[in-house]
């Protein structure tokens, strides 16, 4: 303190800050004359300097503030671009694909003109030397000018009715006239006519079309994404390996792979469905666009005098689709013949075999190996086994405690036999034995039992619990596999083939299930939800067949759909005064 009374300030601190000590000396001077005024002060450099470091402080914060700004912007930038540059590539990758598609399909039309450009100049050569023929033989008899031109009523008329389904009308009207010139002048009204219904018939399409865009167009890309994956992910199918007993495994149908090196050669054998996905989505647009409506082919009335009540609660095809069986309420099973319910028209129509039972009927089904053997489900928790030829019951299978609901052979073991019911048990059994070979027990009433086409050991049904179990009957203490969707009871399952399988619930939905995409747990994702129809409380039935879906209604309708379309082709409406509940669908396949 002694120093600086005498104006002598430490060194330390007058080296780091020399224009700050000064500036103190000056305002500590002892002769106040000597000491600055105010405004010498505030002009003063060192306050001055002050002034200034503030503002160049604020300059550095509002950089820093820019740069986060600007950091901020480029972040969200890029996030809003990542998303666009994906959809970008998938458009591009959509766009090459729908271009080479596109490619495809005019190769193909061009193809086929050629075809048809042929067929015309050799319709046309064989016409010219029908006419040289008439020349040099005037005696001939003028039915060969229609003949040798293919017009043959008998033939072409009926070729072209098979595949069309229509009446085709040029052909009689060429069989009226023997004249050239009335062949002439029929085979151009024909033409008209034939020229005219396509195109009526190709509007109509193309409406169904535009209607129904957006799902046709998720259909597309969908069967062209699935192309992209391996070619044992797209042709797999689920099987089992029953010697090794390693549960599910892969293995290929309906192709021939021969030891192919290229894997886009490979093709699918039996339907248009090839490597590449377009034939897949052709083969469903063709499918779609065949049928728009229903129409009635025939009414089987059938009467019991003794029996007020004739409620069929099921019904079943034979293997070759030339009988099919009815069971009910009434206590009997009865069997007519197709052909004979289609072409007759009767007031009431009698069966060809009818078998007595002691219990009303549930269900019924036909062995699909074994042609004389039915087997029927009852509500007095009877399975019986039926002998047609005979007439009568050869096996009772007396196990279940109260109603069975279901039942169901193996195509792949005909010997084999399912059955489940409200006791909440399925039961396996072999025909040939009396006593069941196998029990699953479950928390739940079942509902429907069903194997798949071509796997004696995978056998899926549908409980009051609101799932589908599917077991691999090698081990049935506990479930393979568990699809998890429904919100009510599952009331009935069917398999369209090895792999995929279709669910019916009182919650008003049917859901299609790919079995090839679990590997065992809990499958909760199904491959489409179908609804539409009305299904609150009742079984109202399920069948599939030909990549079609058909679904009864508790509104007296009776729907189809195609398998992977989201969209109700057909409906029909039973205009009946005293109608009930569709209690059971099947469909036969011509």
């Known amino acids: 303190m002694s120093d600086l009374k005498h104006r002598v300030p430490p060194p330390q601190l007058l080296l780091e800050w020399p224009k700050e000590i000064a500036f103190c000396l000056w305002l500590l001077h002892p002769d106040p004359n000597c000491r600055p005024n105010m405004s010498e002060v505030l002009q ?41 540059k994906e959809k970008a590539e998938k458009l591009r990758e959509a766009v090459t694909c729908i271009t080479s598609d596109i490619e495809v399909v005019l190769n193909k039309q061009s193809v086929l003109k050629q075809k048809g450009i042929s067929s015309f100049a050799s319709s046309k050569e064989e016409k010219l030397a029908v006419g040289k023929g008439k020349k040099n033989n005037s005696s001939s008899p003028k039915y060969a000018q229609t003949k040798g031109i293919h017009f043959d009523n008998g033939s072409v008329a009926n070729v072209l009715s098979a595949k069309t389904g229509k009446t ?20 151009k009204l024909g033409k008209l006519n034939l020229q ?28 062209r994404s699935k192309a992209k994956q391996s070619v044992s992910d797209t042709l797999g199918r689920y099987s089992y390996n029953g010697s090794s007993g390693q549960g599910p495994i892969l293995r290929t149908e309906g192709c021939d792979l021969n030891m192919v090196s290229d894997l886009s050669s490979i093709k699918c054998s039996g339907d248009r469905s090839n490597s590449d996905g377009l034939g897949s989505f052709f083969d469903s647009l063709c499918k779609y666009l065949r049928f728009s409506k229903f129409k009635v082919k025939a009414t089987l009335r059938q009467g019991d005098l003794l029996n007020s009540s004739s409620l069929v609660c099921s019904l079943d095809f034979d293997r070759d689709k030339e009988f099919f069986a009815t069971a009910g309420s009434s206590k009997k099973i009865k069997v007519f013949e197709c052909d004979t319910v289609l072409k007759e028209d009767l007031d009431i129509h009698y069966p060809i075999i009818e078998m007595n039972s002691q219990s009303k009927l549930s269900g019924v089904c036909w062995n699909s190996y074994i042609k004389n053997h039915i087997a029927s489900s009852a ?42 019911g409200d006791d909440g048990n399925v039961k396996l059994w072999n025909i040939n034995q009396e006593g069941s070979v196998g029990t699953i027990n479950t928390n739940a009433n079942v509902c429907s039992v069903q194997f798949p086409p071509d796997s004696a050991w995978l056998l899926a049904f549908g409980s009051a619990d609101h799932k589908i179990y599917c077991y691999d009957l090698r081990n049935i203490k506990t479930p ?14 069917k398999f369209l083939d090895s792999t995929n399988l279709v669910s019916a619930s009182i919650d008003g939905t049917l859901k ?8 065992g747990g809990v499958l909760r994702n199904p491959v489409l939800t179908y609804s539409g129809h009305k299904n609150e409380k009742n079984f109202v039935g399920l069948s599939v067949a030909d990549g079609y879906i058909a679904t009864g209604s508790e509104s007296n309708e009776a729907y189809c759909q195609k398998v992977l379309l989201f969209i109700k082709m057909m409906a029909f409406k039973q205009n009946l005064a005293n109608s009930v509940e569709t209690d059971q669908v099947c469909m036969r396949t011509a």
């Open 480 to 493: 393979w596999c568990i699809l998890a969707n429904h919100k009510k009871t599952v009331s009935n399952v």
């Open 196 to 223: 005219s219904r396509a195109r009526g018939d190709f509007i109509s399409r193309s409406g169904r079309v535009v209607k129904n865009f957006k799902e046709l167009e998720k259909l597309y890309f969908s069967t």
């Open 168 to 187: 085709i009308m040029f052909g009689k009207q060429l069989q009226h006239g023997n004249q050239i010139c009335n062949m002439s002048y029929g085979k």
């Open 44 to 84: 003063s450099e060192i306050i001055n300097e002050a002034r200034k470091v503030p503002v160049k402080w604020k300059n550095v914060h509002l950089l820093e503030e820019e740069i986060a700004d600007s950091e901020l912007l480029l972040d969200f930038l890029i996030q809003v671009q990542q998303p666009k």
């Open 512 to 519: 299609l299930w790919d079995l090839a995409t679990s590997t």
């Open 379 to 420: 509500f007095d928790g009877v399975v019986q086994l039926w002998d047609i030829t005979r007439n009568q019951a050869i096996m009772n299978f007396e196990e279940h405690q109260q109603r069975v609901w279901s039942i169901d052979f193996s195509q792949a073991y005909p010997t084999r036999l399912a059955s489940g």
